[in-house]
C-alpha cells in the first residue's frame, strides 16, 4: 500500500469518526432538551382542582414530593428502573 493510499484511508476513517461522533451528540443533545422540557413542564404544571375537589394546594404538594422521591433521574417520568 502506497502511503497516499494510507493518508487517504485514514483521511476516510476519521471523517467517518467526526459523522458519527457529530450524531452521537445530536441524539444526546435532543434528549436531553425533551427530558429538561419535561421537567419544566412538570414543575410548572397546574392541577385542575375542580377535577378533584377535595384537595387543596396541600395535598398536590405532598403528591409532588412523593413523584419525586421516585423520581430519581429528575425528568418528569418515573422510569421502569427508577420503581
Known amino acids: ?3 497516499e ?3 487517504e484511508d485514514n483521511l476516510e476513517v476519521l471523517c467517518n469518526y467526526d459523522l458519527a461522533t457529530k ?3 445530536e441524539h444526546i443533545l435532543k434528549d436531553r432538551k425533551e427530558n429538561r ?3 419544566d413542564n412538570f414543575r410548572t404544571i397546574k392541577v385542575d382542582m375542580t377535577r ?3 384537595w387543596n394546594d396541600t ?3 405532598r403528591y409532588r414530593s412523593t413523584f419525586h422521591v421516585f423520581d430519581v433521574s429528575a425528568d418528569g417520568f418515573v422510569d421502569f428502573d427508577e420503581l
Open 59 to 61: 395535598t398536590v404538594d
Open 1 to 3: 500500500m502506497t502511503k
Open 37 to 39: 422540557a419535561a421537567r
Open 23 to 25: 450524531e452521537l451528540f
Open 5 to 7: 493510499k494510507e493518508r
Open 52 to 54: 378533584f375537589p377535595k
